[in-house]
């Protein structure tokens, strides 16, 4: 066969360049990876991938950041409900608190049978007569304190949201209605929900309101009015601590009434009985054990009361200075950044 009569191969197809978007496609939301203390945005989903096969968009990341579900000190045990913020489950703390007063008055209990100086102090709480009010005193004060203790791990978890730099933090960015909304879409990508975490939870309802927004001042309206908000929850969470260290002291003094009225009544038993120096003379130390007990209570509740309220005041500075922190961060991340338009009236 003439080679020249075979036809030559045609040339390789080279692969065709991409289109260009049409005018009226969807505009690609802009990266703020970079700008994010060197988080990375997760790359974008390929064609007809929009949803994976749970129903969970594919350009949020699988793992979040920070979750309250799993790391809420509450939420670990499984057994009750966490409260929002740093507030606690009443439930769990009276069972926690019972617990621990149960083994403290066990110990005190122990020391009371020993000897000298240890002796001396379970005397204090474990008295017969003393029970009657130490044993309630004893268990409000322990209530209150393991109500203090949670809130710690609880503020610690909120604090971590500042880490996250949910708002690039380069001096050029600009927050308007389109970049706020992919500082939406980063944001709640970053947490399971932000209603838990107290700086995000701000951000979330300014930035989610943005385009009903007038003018910079109505966003920093926004964010006084959740602040105060968020305020009033730390403070209400204070209220069954508060409760504790008014009633601590009461019944210190409920102690101090029985145990006069005890003194009384042996006082006048040993009047009204026989004459002897000696009869006499032992029926005395039942008076004294009634004043001993009247006093030994009022300092165990005054003690309590004391400790309790100290132990409070450290933790709620703590809580105020992170709302504090909270503050500064919206005004240098938020406010400071928004340039919202006014929309002009159409000409008559």
């Known amino acids: 066969m003439d080679p020249a009569a075979i036809p030559p191969k045609p040339p390789a197809l080279k692969p065709l360049p991409e289109r260009p978007a049409s005018p009226g496609a969807a ?24 949803k994976s096969a749970a129903g969970v968009p594919a350009g949020r990341p699988a793992l979040v950041s920070l979750s309250w579900a799993n790391e809420d000190i509450e939420n670990r045990w499984g057994i009750f ?15 926690l ?11 005190m209990e122990v020391l ?57 933090q380069h001096h050029d960015f600009v927050l308007n209605e389109s970049t706020a909304r992919t500082v939406l879409e980063r944001m709640r990508s970053l947490v399971d929900d932000t209603k838990y975490f107290i ?21 920093s309206t926004i964010l006084k009015s959740q602040a105060d908000n968020d305020e009033n929850q730390i403070a209400s969470s204070y209220a069954l601590v508060n409760a504790m260290i008014w009633s601590i002291p009461v019944l210190g003094f409920v102690g101090t009434v029985f145990g006069l009225s005890l003194a009384i009544r042996d006082f006048t038993d040993a009047l009204g009985g026989t004459r002897e120096l000696s009869q006499i003379t032992e029926s005395l130390k039942h008076v004294t054990a009634g004043l001993g007990t009247a006093f030994e209570t009022t300092l165990v509740g005054l003690v309590f009361a004391l400790l309790l ?25 938020v406010v400071s950044k928004l340039r919202v338009r006014r929309e002009e009236p159409p000409p008559q």
């Open 27 to 50: 505009p690609r939301r802009p990266l703020l990876g970079r700008t994010l203390l060197g988080r990375r945005t997760p790359s974008a989903p390929a064609a007809g991938a929009a």
């Open 81 to 95: 409900k966490g409260g929002r913020y740093t507030s606690v489950n009443k439930a769990l703390t009276f069972i």
């Open 97 to 107: 608190a019972a617990a621990v007063s149960a083994g403290f008055l066990a110990l």
């Open 112 to 168: 009371y049978h020993r000897g000298e100086p240890f002796r001396r102090i379970g005397e204090f709480l474990v008295r017969p007569n003393n029970l009657v009010a130490t044993i309630p005193a004893t268990m409000c004060f322990f209530w209150g304190v393991v109500t203090v203790t949670i809130k710690f791990p609880k503020l610690a978890l909120q604090r971590r949201a500042l880490d996250l730099a949910a708002v690039p």
């Open 199 to 219: 700086l995000l939870n701000r951000i979330d309802r300014a930035l989610s309101s943005l385009h009903n927004i007038g003018g910079i001042s109505d966003v």
């Open 309 to 333: 309220h100290l132990y409070s005041d450290l933790m709620q500075q703590k809580e105020t200075d992170f709302l504090d922190e909270c503050n500064d961060y919206c005004h240098a991340h």
